[in-house]
């Protein structure tokens, strides 16, 4: 699935987890929007959640993902692999057009529209169109020994937005 609409940066870092996204909503090759918040906290400020793709879709991933929490306590990779199931067998959850990112203090996954989980090999997470040049900007700036979780990421979609048409510099940001 190719989301040409946000970037989601999160990144784990000196005892800091921050996701981020900007705030750009496009239809088409079109703006329509600027600042929106493609970010949450979840899991009474246990979980950071962020999402590209159709809003509606992200908005039903948000609340079923929110729903699996519940369910299981909060546990983050429980609630993700129960999620991916449903994504997969359901008939509605499969037509969504959608990517969600969550992270706690110790895990990270991305939940795509084919039911996939997937779990980085460091500590960074990214999705959407400018997912590459945030993802590349974001181990640039760790690689350096910068240790501040919310300046990577606010730097690094800063980078993204001067490359990626999709993303725009209105940046949210939420730390745990």
């Keep these: 699935m190719k989301i040409r609409s946000t970037t989601i940066l999160g990144v784990r870092v000196g005892g800091k987890t921050t ?35 159709s809003t509606a879709d992200a908005l039903t991933l948000f609340e ?8 299981y306590g ?17 008939r509605v959850l499969r037509r969504l057009e959608a990517l969600l990112a969550v992270m706690d203090n110790e895990h990270s996954f991305v939940l795509s529209g084919t039911g996939d989980i997937i779990e980085p090999d460091d500590e ?7 997912a590459p040049y945030a993802l590349a900007a974001a181990r640039a700036f760790l690689r350096s020994g910068r240790d501040d979780a919310e300046g990577v990421v606010r730097d690094a979609l ?19």
Aim: charged share 25%.
């Design 19 to 53: 996701i981020g996204g900007d705030g750009q909503v496009t239809v088409g090759e079109t703006v329509i929007k600027h600042n929106a918040t493609k970010i949450r906290t979840l899991a009474d400020g246990k979980i950071l959640a962020g999402f590209a793709g």
């Design 74 to 90: 909060g546990k983050l990779r429980r609630a993700a692999v129960e999620l991916a199931k449903d994504w997969r067998s359901d």
């Design 124 to 130: 960074i997470i990214a999705l959407g169109s400018g």
């Design 64 to 71: 079923k993902f929110e729903t699996k929490l519940e369910t």
């Design 158 to 176: 800063d980078i993204a937005a001067e490359i990626c048409l999709y993303t725009n510099t209105n940046i949210t940001t939420k730390t745990l």
